[in-house]
Nanobody, 124 residues
Framework: QVQLVESGGGLVQAGGSLRLSCATSERTSRRYIMAWFRQGPGKEREFIAA????????DYPESVRGRFIISRDDDKNMVYLRMNNLRPEDTAVYYC?????????????????WGQGTQVTVSA
């Protein structure tokens, strides 16, 4: 059972960038689809990025495509989310998640393992 710990959140001005990190307790390549979700104030948790088992494919919703990049460093057992051109509406708690099936899912229920979340606040 993989354990996930996020870090890297904070306060940033609109237009700025942040890189979130997710430390995993084991190697995730060829074992898990890794994803990031977020939950803004008064909103439901939403999918924002996923990375395939082998890392060749990614999936993003329209709201973040072209601004956010998910990646993985297998040597360090880390998954990252690079966020560029941040907007106030990106303010949320960001969660790292893992899915131990080799097919895409954008649903919360498709992921069995979750981190505790890290807060990102974007000021106008």
């Amino acid at each position: 059972q993989v354990q996930l710990v996020e870090s890297g959140g904070g306060l940033v001005q609109a237009g700025g960038s942040l890189r979130l990190s997710c430390a995993t307790s084991e190697r995730t390549s060829r074992r898990y689809i890794m994803a990031w979700f977020r939950q803004g104030p008064g909103k439901e948790r939403e999918f924002i990025a996923a990375l395939s088992w082998l890392g060749q494919n990614t999936d993003y919703p329209e709201s973040v495509r072209g601004r956010f990049i998910i990646s993985r460093d297998d040597d360090k057992n880390m998954v990252y989310l690079r966020m560029n051109n941040l907007r106030p509406e990106d303010t949320a708690v960001y969660y790292c998640a893992a899915r131990n099936q080799n097919d895409w899912s954008r649903q919360q229920s498709g992921y069995s393992y979750w981190g505790q979340g890290t807060q990102v606040t974007v000021s106008a």
